[in-house]
Structures are given as C-alpha cells and as structure tokens.
C-alpha cells in the first residue's frame, strides 16, 4: 500500500529535550516536505526537499533541522524544543514531474512541549 | 507572492443541502489550485486540482470546482451534502515553481441531521 509514514503519531516532551520525528514514503517520491497545523493558520511548510541530499527552508523553518540521506527519509529535527512548537506536524510526498502540488499526507504527529 | 484566502472559517449545512466551500487565491504566475479535505485525526487527502484545460473540475464524492481567472476564485461545491462529507477543507496553490504549496487556512464544514 502507498503510503506515507510518520512516528510518533503523539509526543508529549519538556522544552529543551531533542526530539526526531521520523517519515518515511513507498512510493520513491522526490519531494518531500514538512508543515506545522495551528487552528486559525492552515498549513505552514517548514522545510522541504527537491531529492536526496537537497534541502531548503520553508516559511516558519526556525527551531527546526531536517536532513535527506536517503529518498524515502526525510526525518524533522527538533534540538530544543519550545513551547511555541507545540503542534500538529505533517509530512507529505509528491512525485516530481507530476502535477505539482498534489501532495500524499501522512497521518500527523502531535506534538506537545511543556 | 501567492496566498489564499477561504471565506468562512465554519459553514454548516443541512444533509441534503448544497455546499459550496468559497477559497480566493493571489497568484503572480498562473496558478494550479487544489482542494484537499481532513478528516478527523487523518492526514489530508487530495479531492480535487486544476492544472490547465477544463476550468470546471470534478473530484472524489461528488465535489466539484470551477477556476475563474476573472475573479481568482476556485469555489467548492457539491450539490447535496452527506454526513460523510463533515471535515476540515483546505484550498490550496501553487506556482510553476513547484517547491511551494500554499494553503488556505481552512474551512471546518459541520453537515446537520
């Protein structure tokens, strides 16, 4: 089944602890990118990435890290989590060359810092 | 710079009623659009996309949306609603660059009994 997948699906944690949530996709997409979902704001892309070792920023990217080693990877960092970075993540995929923008969504991390 | 906006932030509906889901978009480049839909504790899913061609565009479960350069709109619509059909709705563009999607910032669509 294609898909894209997150873990974990929940995270509570205290500011300063470093935290990875980690995404893989099956489908051997290019692009892969990362949002944060806050009522009232949509989704915001954090960092995205063209294909493997290709990596750029998004539009709220600070406080975060992201590395591409290997195509169906695309983990986000958190090195010292704040409380303002309490959220619902979602990675997603896309086949480069296809129609752009249309995204596969994983099933999202909610994340919780104190 | 591309945005977009959704008028409405909640619309309910009564089952059977019509729903239309109203998204504005600013683009600079001409603009594919797209309507995803989030169920409750699910990932989003793609419904619906406008690329180039056909501005009248059909999707998944009967959703429907027309481009209108004229007015930069890309509106929802589905003529009877489902109790199915409750969820988060997002409109969404993007340029021919392809690196970015913008999305709207949602409309929750509530379906009474």
């Known amino acids: 089944e294609a898909q894209v997948t997150q873990n974990p699906r929940y995270l509570i944690t205290v500011t300063g602890k470093k935290l990875t949530v980690t995404c893989s996709q099956n489908?051997?997409?290019?692009?892969m990118s990362w949002y944060r979902q806050d009522p009232g704001l949509g989704l915001r892309q954090i960092y995205y990435?063209?294909?493997?070792?290709?990596?750029d920023k998004g539009d709220v990217p600070e406080g975060y890290k992201v590395s591409r080693k290997e195509k169906r990877n695309f983990p986000l960092i958190l090195e010292s989590p704040s409380p303002n970075q309490t959220s619902l993540y979602f990675c997603?995929?896309?086949?480069?060359?296809?129609?752009?923008?249309?995204?596969?969504f994983g099933e999202g991390s909610r994340l919780t810092v104190l | 710079a591309q945005s977009v906006t959704q008028l409405g932030s909640h619309v309910s509906v009564s089952e059977g009623a019509l729903v239309l889901l109203r998204c504005n978009y600013s683009?600079?480049?001409?603009?594919?659009l797209f309507w995803y839909v989030q169920y409750p504790n699910q990932g989003l899913q793609l419904l619906l996309k406008?690329?180039?061609?056909?501005?009248l565009v059909k999707g998944i479960n009967g959703f429907e949306a027309e481009f209108k350069k004229s007015e930069t709109s890309f509106h929802l619509t589905k003529p009877s609603a489902h109790m199915s059909d409750a969820a988060e709705y997002f409109c969404?563009?993007?340029?021919?660059?392809?690196?970015?999607?913008?999305f709207g910032p949602g409309t929750s669509l509530s379906v009474i009994p």
């Open positions: 969404a563009v993007t340029g021919t660059s392809y690196d970015k999607v913008i």
């Open positions: 997603a995929s896309s086949l480069r060359g296809g129609a752009p923008g249309e995204l596969f």
């Open positions: 489908m051997n997409h290019e692009y």
């Open positions: 683009s600079s480049v001409p603009p594919y």
């Open positions: 990435s063209m294909n493997v070792e290709v990596t």
């Open positions: 406008y690329t180039t061609g056909a501005t």
